[in-house]
Each structure stands twice: as C-alpha cells, then as structure tokens.
C-alpha cells in the first residue's frame, strides 16, 4: 500500500506559478498511475492532471491544459504539479492520488489519497 503526503500549496497572486509536490512511501510506487484532484468550496471534486506510472502518457482537462504540467520521479517516489498562469478559479484544495493500471479522470477510481493542499490565487 502507497500513503501519499502533499506539500506546496500557499497563496498566491493571480498569473504566478506554484509546483505542488506529492511524497510516495510504501511499496511499489512505480506501478501505479497518479492523479492530481481539487475542490473548490461548494464544488464537487475535479481532475486536473493524470500520469501513467512510466510518465510517458499524461492528461488535462481543458480548464487547466497549457497551463499545469504533471510529472513524476519514480525514484525519489515523488510526483508534481507545476501550475502557471495561475487563476482565481484554480482556488481549492488540491489532492493526489494513486491507482493501479492506467490513470483515469473519475476520483472514484481511485483508492489512495492524501490529505490535501490549499492553493489560494489572489485576484
């Protein structure tokens, strides 16, 4: 079993940048694919970033892509998040996550979760 502890969030003005990072410990953190998961207050929990365990094969919804980059290091068990050109509407708490087999967008898929971040863009 992978735990997942994220770190990186903070406020921040409109149109700066912020990587977010996700610590991995247990075993076998290379076979899993990661998922980078919000929400906002009010707002049901939304998928922005998706990476296979090999890191050849990511994805972004539309509201974010362009502007945020996931990425892993399976030998420092790590994966990030760097956002740019952040928006006020990027406001949430932000949450990795692992699972077996290929990433997906629906966070029910999804068995391992850490605590969350806070990332607050000022307008």
């Known amino acids: 079993q992978v735990q997942l502890v994220e770190s990186g969030g903070g406020l921040v003005q409109a149109g700066n940048s912020l990587r977010l990072s996700c610590a991995a410990s247990?075993?076998?953190?290379?076979?899993?694919?990661m998922g980078w998961f919000r929400r906002a207050p009010g707002k049901e929990r939304e998928f922005v970033a998706g990476?296979?365990?090999?890191?050849?094969?990511?994805g972004y919804p539309p509201s974010v892509k362009g502007r945020f980059t996931i990425s892993r290091d399976n030998a420092k068990n790590m994966v990030y998040l760097q956002m740019n050109d952040l928006k006020p509407e990027d406001t949430a708490v932000y949450y990795c996550?692992?699972?077996?087999?290929?990433?997906?967008?629906?966070?029910?898929?999804?068995?391992?979760w850490g605590q969350g971040t806070q990332v607050t863009v000022a307008s």
């Open positions: 996550a692992a699972k077996p087999g290929p990433f997906e967008i629906v966070w029910s898929a999804y068995h391992v």
């Open positions: 247990g075993r076998s953190f290379s076979d899993y694919a």
């Open positions: 990476i296979e365990w090999t890191g050849d094969n990511t």
